[in-house]
């Protein structure tokens, strides 16, 4: 088969980017049968590629300032005019049910756009909502037990509950502080992580000053950082106001250390797949009694490790080579 050519939307990778996107590309290129672009508006609008993969449509169109941000909306626009009129295939790579919150109209109708021109849909697990009819398949998120093996693990603190991740309003950190606060004993918390807003900033510091039983590495993470906290932790507590997909699960998995996340049904679907001990649930708010109960039935017996099944990253860069491939047909088929 001819090797392809395709562009990602993320641009060179940055200590920040996110591992996943990295070892897409790094495990693409080693199949041989594909060459990876990473985005710049030149190449994007003159370079030659195959098919083009979008993660989070809504980061090509941020900007710093008010002109730079209508500079990149006008670049988006552009860019999906030439992807219409050279009938360039787009794959989306459904991360989000829905988009982020603060988008103004015009950064709609630009979504709209490329939501019109996409091929095909990559759903990171079967739940994800598509359009009736439209073309997708599913790929699971990958592991990072690769990425993270050649960090050095930390001992087990028993009782340390961790969270680690970007620290949004969504996550629901602040539900996590106050049910860790009705909590007693030998039980402590670390959370790590890079506040949103100055608001949540002075939230967590607070929180740290006023309970010696809180730590707060208050920044982004680098990898030996975030594998210090989950390893050292116990269970890691992700309370999430709403979850569907989350890199911050696997990547406590895959370091070997137990969830409590959410209920629903992709959530119970994970605890399935990673088999008993691995993934723990709760319903509606947190509460300092699912910490407690939940870190007693850690300590239970449990397999060396949870099962990720069709999480191993060359399958995962061969269902996407499939996909490319399906997407540059259906584009050919004028379906």
């Known amino acids: 088969m001819p090797r392809l050519t395709v562009l990602q939307s993320f641009p060179t990778p940055r200590p920040t980017t996110n ?12 199949t041989g049968q594909a060459r990876v672009l990473t985005f710049g508006y030149r190449t994007a609008l003159f370079g030659r590629y195959d098919v083009f993969q979008v993660h989070w449509p809504e980061i090509l169109l941020h900007g710093s300032s008010p002109v730079k941000k209508l500079a ?3 670049l988006a626009l552009v860019f999906m005019i030439r992807l219409a009129v050279t009938r360039t295939p787009v794959v989306r790579t459904v991360h989000n049910v829905e988009r982020p919150d603060g988008l103004s109209r015009l950064d709609h109708r ?39 093996a050649g960090q050095r693990p930390e001992t087990l603190v028993p009782g340390r509950i961790g969270y680690v991740g970007l620290i ?54 680098d990898d030996a950082e975030l594998v210090s906290i989950v ?19 696997l990547a406590a998995l895959s370091l070997g250390r137990p969830v409590l996340i959410p ?43 949870p099962r990720l099944v069709g999480r191993d990253w060359p399958a995962v860069a061969a269902a996407h080579l499939a996909g490319y491939r399906q997407a540059i047909a259906i584009r050919r088929g004028g379906r």
Request: proline share 6%; net charge negative; aromatic share 8%.
């Open 19 to 30: 591992p996943y996107l990295i070892m897409l590309a790094d495990r693409l290129e080693q």
């Open 72 to 74: 990149r909306q006008l």
């Open 110 to 148: 630009l979504l709209d756009l490329m939501d019109r021109l996409t091929t095909l849909r990559v759903r990171l697990n079967r739940l994800t909502p598509v359009p009736a009819g439209a073309p997708s398949m599913i790929i699971p998120h990958g592991h990072y037990r690769d990425w993270f």
């Open 168 to 221: 949004r309003r969504y996550k629901g950190v602040e539900r996590l502080l106050e049910a860790f606060a009705g909590t007693d004993g030998e039980v402590t918390l670390t959370i790590g992580g890079r506040p949103s807003t100055a608001e949540l900033a002075e939230l967590i510091t607070a929180a740290a000053t006023a309970d010696a039983r809180i730590s707060v590495v208050p920044r982004f993470l």
């Open 231 to 249: 390893t050292a932790s116990e269970l890691i507590v992700l309370p999430y106001r709403f979850m569907h997909n989350s890199g911050g699960t």
């Open 263 to 305: 209920d629903n049904e992709v959530n119970r679907e994970l605890a399935e797949e990673t088999g008993p001990g691995w993934v723990y649930l709760f319903d509606g708010d947190l509460r300092p009694d699912d910490l407690i109960t939940t870190l007693q039935q850690v300590r239970r017996p449990r397999t060396a490790e």
